[in-house]
């Protein structure tokens, strides 16, 4: 004699393999994974008529090539340029106290016209930008500064030009 399943069993069966079916399929290509990359530290650029093309050492090795207008690039990642400029100061002045934690005097030797004095932290956050008539001597308040090292510079439009480094320590 045979033993007939009813309904309810057959439905409990059925659903337990449609659980099981869905997990593994889920779980099978939608998986998380690591790739090993490299953050480069050099690199170099090349221009030539007008086509500026940049890259760095370390790219990510699962790349794909692209092609257009015959050139051939491997897309990647591109580290900001970082360089290091020496500016000669033409204008005579100085900064005192340095360091600082309250305020910090900006003087110079002569009275100049139209400056434009900048305070920028090391962030890249420009914190003053002011433009003089005439400047001698001139006193900011950075009592609310934050620790750190800020650049100061003066400009006129005779492309005169001092910079020099703050350090805030309170």
């Not at 370390?58 to 790349?63: E, S, V």
Request: charged share 15%.
């Amino acid at each position: 004699m045979k033993k007939q399943l009813n309904l309810n069993d057959y439905m409990h069966k059925c659903s337990i393999f449609l659980v099981f079916f869905l997990l593994f399929f889920f779980s099978t290509g939608n998986a998380q994974s690591l790739k090993r990359q490299v953050i480069g530290s050099s690199g170099s650029s090349v221009s030539e008529n007008g086509t500026t093309v940049q890259q760095t050492t370390g790219q990510a090795y699962g790349t794909t090539s692209n092609y257009g207008n015959s050139i051939r690039y491997n897309p990647g990642f591109q580290q900001p340029i970082f360089r290091i400029e020496t500016i000669k100061s033409t204008i005579n002045a100085t900064v005192f106290p340095n360091p600082t934690s309250k305020q910090v005097t900006i003087e110079t030797d002569k009275v100049l016209q139209n400056v434009v004095i900048q305070v920028i932290e090391m962030g890249g956050k420009l914190v003053i930008n002011e433009k003089m008539n005439e400047f001698k001597s001139y006193t900011i308040n950075c009592s609310d500064w934050a620790n750190g090292i800020y650049m100061i510079t003066l400009s006129d439009p005779k492309d005169e030009l001092y910079s020099s480094k703050l350090i805030i320590a309170k």
